[in-house]
T-cell receptor, first 109, second 117 residues
Framework: RKEVEQDPGPFNVPEGATVAFNCTYS??????FFWYRQDCRKEPKLLMS???SGNEDGRFTAQLNRASQYISLLIRDSKLSDSATYLC??????????FGTGTSLTVIP | NAGVMQNPRHLVRRRGQEARLRCSPM?????VYWYRQLPEEGLKFMVY????????ESGMPKERFSAEFPKEGPSILRIQQVVRGDSAAYFC???????????????FGPGTRLTVT
């Protein structure tokens, strides 16, 4: 079983829509969780760290469900500039970071 | 505060040559990670280093690949006798030491795109 699994999509949504991505992880002892965004042929950029109580940053909300071992990212009022691949990242206790294969989002005018 | 620096940004090598990729972490960061991303695939962990130490190289191919992070200077990922299958984007990330406060986050450099002809 993979450490981190994401639905690859693609998700094609109209501007202004709300879209949510889920990501599941296999190691119940995992401690830290992140969402990164990656634009085509660019480096991943940290979008949000996911705190146990959930956190919000503008139009973006991240949630963690330890019982079901998943994290989610909600994007409200989608903009064209949100089009990218969103990577779920999990850090079990230790030094490795496990990346999901990413979920592709295209926001359509 | 400059971000993570990588050079070169693009590197072309013929089969059998050596490739050297450099990474300078963010100021204050002592942990360096190398990842490889093949076309249309996700990021794959290769190696994790601290100054003068390899901490985890479980993602490194057993042959031809090596990495170092000397006391002075950048971290180097070295690929000997490159083959076409080594063509990929190689990203370096850095993070602060654990316990220094804040969240244990990684920040990525712009990557080196290696093309083997």
């Amino acid at each position: 079983r993979k450490e981190v699994e994401q639905d690859p999509g693609p998700f094609n949504v109209p501007e202004g829509a709300t879209v949510a991505f889920n990501c599941t992880y296999s190691n119940s002892a995992s401690q830290s969780f992140f969402w990164y965004r990656q634009d085509c042929r660019k480096e991943p950029k940290l979008l949000m760290s996911v705190y146990s109580s959930g956190n919000e940053d503008g139009r973006f909300t991240a949630q963690l469900n330890r019982a079901s071992q998943y994290i989610s990212l909600l994007i409200r009022d989608s903009k064209l500039s949100d089009s990218a691949t969103y990577l779920c990242v999990v850090n079990p206790a230790g030094n490795q970071f496990y990346f999901g294969t990413g979920t592709s989002l295209t926001v359509i005018p | 505060n400059a971000g993570v620096m990588q050079n070169p940004r693009h590197l072309v090598r013929r089969r059998g040559q050596e490739a050297r990729l450099r990474c300078s972490p963010m100021k204050g960061h002592s942990h360096v990670y190398w990842y490889r991303q093949l076309p249309e695939e996700g990021l794959k962990f290769m190696v994790y280093l601290q100054k003068e130490n390899i901490i985890d190289e479980s993602g490194m191919p057993k042959e031809r690949f090596s990495a170092e992070f000397p006391k002075e200077g950048p971290s180097i990922l070295r690929i000997q006798q490159v083959v076409r299958g080594d063509s990929a984007a190689y990203f370096c990330a850095s993070s602060p030491p654990r316990g220094t406060g804040g969240y244990y986050e990684q920040y990525f450099g712009p990557g080196t795109r290696l093309t083997v002809t």
